[in-house]
């Protein structure tokens, strides 16, 4: 029998949008729509020219923003410091520097550090919605209740207790007993500066009570038909009109932009690896109904810090690798990456 001279069909493959944005910078060295025949600032410019790289940087970032809008709200990246216990959240799997610094408080000296070290930051979990409009509310409650934590801590929490005093008591004997005449006086006190600050700033358990907090309200707001509503304008003026008619203009051409360069870049990809390349949301690795939520652990133990969980939430285990993608470019706008990771769930394996 005569073998077969048709090509062989390519096969489909489905990235994560999300994923992707990660990578972009790393993946895109030369976007597709800048061409040294393009002018660039009045003229046309040789590839290896500053103002060409500039246009060529600028054009990444912006297909970044773009694979970015594609599941925009519908995950929650968390990050945490290894030595203070600091947690920040990104809607993004890479942790730039200026949304980093926005959600660090200043407690006193050295809180907030001139140079970030992108060693310290990991990740602690990540969560996962089934709709965006509930990814971006979490997301703002979460930021919301850290920093009310912050800026107005309960009076138990930076109280000095027994216990509190007992995990400070060196086990030496003699200084032990000395530790005791000098401090056995303060409980029931506030606490002092340094001490009050390093209470603060360790917000690892308090996160996991807030995610589990925000989960158990937006479960009650499904159960009264959040899901079902719809915004409803009122009345608006001339002037209120015309701006909201810009701002819908202004959002359709940006999301057909989005559009064309992402077809564009799949086509690329598409070229050069042989198969049919799509960019978007990985059918079954995240919530599909609205209602669903699922969060995946660096250690799945940091679960019981809250006191308990709704029904519908998910856990799964993040997948653990001792190497980081470090990010070390500056973007166009001032932006810097402090650091990316993958937050790939983990498999068992058959």
Do not use: C
């Amino acid at each position: 029998m005569a073998p077969s001279t048709s090509a062989a069909k390519p096969i489909k493959k489905i990235l994560d949008a999300t994923k992707i944005s990660a990578l972009t910078s790393k993946l895109v060295r030369r976007p597709i729509d800048v061409k040294s025949q393009v002018p660039i600032q009045g003229r046309p410019r040789e590839a290896n020219s500053n103002a060409f790289k500039e246009a060529s940087h600028r054009e990444t970032v912006r297909l970044q923003k773009a694979l970015n809008a594609v599941a925009h709200g519908k995950h929650i990246f968390v990050y945490h410091n290894v030595r203070t216990k600091q947690v920040v959240y990104s809607l993004t799997r890479y942790l730039e520097k200026t949304n980093l610094l926005r959600q660090m408080v200043y407690h006193g000296k050295k809180t907030v550090p001139a140079e970030l070290r992108r060693d310290m930051w990991v990740p602690y979990y990540s969560v996962h919605f089934g709709d965006a409009r509930l990814g971006l509310r979490a997301y703002q409650l979460l930021r919301e209740f850290s920093m009310q934590r912050q800026f107005s801590p309960p009076a138990e929490m930076i109280t000095v207790t027994k216990e509190y005093l007992d995990k400070k008591r060196p086990k030496d004997p003699l200084a032990a007993e000395e530790f005791d005449k000098m401090n056995k006086k303060r409980i029931g006190h506030p606490m002092e500066k340094k001490e009050r600050a390093r209470v603060l700033m360790d917000q690892k358990a308090t996160s996991v009570a807030d995610i589990a907090a925000v989960l158990a309200i937006q479960e009650k707001a499904i159960a009264n038909g959040l899901l079902e509503q719809t915004s409803k304008r009122g009345y608006l003026t001339r002037k209120a009109r015309q701006r909201r008619r810009a701002a819908l203009e202004r959002l359709a051409r940006q999301q057909q932009w989005n559009a064309e360069h992402i077809a564009a870049l799949e086509k690329r990809m598409s070229d050069l690896s042989g198969d049919d390349v799509e960019i978007g949301e990985v059918d079954g690795e995240y919530p599909a109904d609205a209602k669903d939520v699922k969060i995946l652990w660096r250690d799945v133990h940091d679960a019981y810090f809250a006191e308990s969980w709704p029904a519908d939430v998910q856990h799964g285990e993040l997948e653990l690798k001792r190497s980081a993608i470090i990010g070390s470019e500056l973007r166009p706008e001032g932006e810097e990456v402090v650091t990316e990771h993958e937050f790939n769930e983990r498999k068992e394996k058959q």
